[in-house]
């Protein structure tokens, strides 16, 4: 049966860690937008020896699980001499995943300019930074900001996966709640609910975004 009073009492236990989730999925998001770009470049370049070379990357990222490549991340790296901290390796983990996601969403948006755009950029003699950052791109993000918000909706329920490397976030505090208590409904309950205020108002956001861009197209 459900208790409202011992889900009063357990709500500040998970509010304490939700900073914890939020600050992962955004330092990690951050991390795939900045990423993400250069990749989308890079796979696009006339040079085999990075293209090639960069989507095999983003195939292999794509293609094999986050939860290996955290994994790899924290327990792995330190044999190597590299030991990160569970936040530092869940935010990196998340944003190379992601990244390589992203890079794809923005290689679609670039791909879906006209040609004449860059012929119009070359005959006037523009330099190829005054056409990738005042023509290009400026064209390019806007129509696929709908598709960023949605990843970045889904690596807020992504986030629980980093208990596996003993980052104690909204997940992994439910789960000790209810082992000590033996009472799981009210805590899993509640993180499902603080799941939803978090993506409902960032996709809320997206729209947002979406529609001042159409506008100011």
Not at 8 to 22: A, D, M
Not at 84 to 99: D, R
Not at 140 to 150: D, E, F, L, R, S
Request: charge should be positive; glycine fraction near 8%; aromatic fraction near 14%.
């Amino acid at each position: 049966m459900w208790d409202w009073s011992y889900a009063y009492q357990i709500l500040p236990e998970l509010l304490k860690v939700l900073p914890i989730t939020i600050g992962a999925t955004v330092v990690g998001f951050l991390i795939a937008c900045l990423l993400g770009l250069p990749l989308a470049l890079a796979r696009r370049s006339r040079s085999k020896w990075l293209s090639y070379p960069v989507g095999a990357w983003i195939e292999f990222i794509r293609s094999t699980p986050l939860l290996v490549q955290l994994f790899i991340l924290f327990y792995a790296l330190p044999l190597y001499g590299i030991a990160l901290s569970p936040f530092t390796a869940g935010v990196v983990g998340l944003g190379l995943h992601y990244s390589t996601y992203l890079s794809e969403v923005f290689r679609s948006g670039i791909e879906a300019i006209p040609r004449g755009q860059w012929e119009a950029s070359k005959a006037l003699n523009f330099s190829p930074g005054h056409t990738w950052f005042r023509i290009i791109l400026p064209q390019a993000v806007p129509p696929v900001i709908p598709v960023m918000g949605n990843y970045f909706i889904t690596m807020f329920k992504e986030t629980p996966l980093l208990s596996a490397i003993t980052l104690v976030e909204l997940l992994q505090t439910a789960k000790a709640i209810g082992s000590g208590s033996f009472r799981y409904l009210e805590a899993f309950t509640l993180v499902g609910v603080l799941f939803l205020l978090l993506s409902y108002p960032s996709s809320l956001l997206v729209g947002r975004l979406e529609t001042y861009f159409q506008r100011n197209r």
